[in-house]
């Protein structure tokens, strides 16, 4: 079923999706906001959102580039681990400011 589907632009539209559902959960909290600190926590969360999003298009390009050259290259499979994990450690770095934001109404 995965066999033809490419990983990198999964994580692509995966880190995407997550960046729209920070933006709109942030954009909605952002006036409500008790402190500074917790608005430039929300910021920087959208900031690494943006930046993983980012990442992922330079992987999918990078992927698309080295599948030009070789079928099963170890350019390929270096893009596809490099997606993969910019994906998770930008979503965990998003989620960890995102909580820091919101902690700031129980300070």
């Given at each position: 079923m995965f066999k033809d589907t490419n990983i990198t632009f999964l994580t692509l539209l995966g880190s995407f999706g997550?960046?729209?559902?920070?933006?709109?959960?942030?954009?909605?909290?952002?006036?409500?906001?008790?402190?500074?600190?917790?608005?430039k926590n929300f910021a920087f969360a959208l900031a690494v959102a943006?930046?993983?999003?980012?990442?992922?298009?330079?992987m999918v390009g990078a992927y698309s580039l080295s599948s030009k050259r070789a079928a099963n290259g170890v350019a390929q499979?270096?893009?596809?681990?490099?997606?993969?994990?910019?994906?998770?450690?930008g979503l965990f770095a998003t989620s960890i400011l995102f909580s820091e934001?919101?902690?700031?109404?129980?300070?």
């Open positions: 997550s960046a729209l559902a920070f933006l709109a959960a942030i954009t909605t909290l952002w006036a409500q906001t008790p402190t500074e600190d917790g608005l943006f930046a993983t999003v980012l990442g992922n298009l330079v499979l270096v893009s596809k681990w490099m997606a993969v994990t910019l994906f998770i450690v934001g919101l902690n700031t109404w129980f300070s």
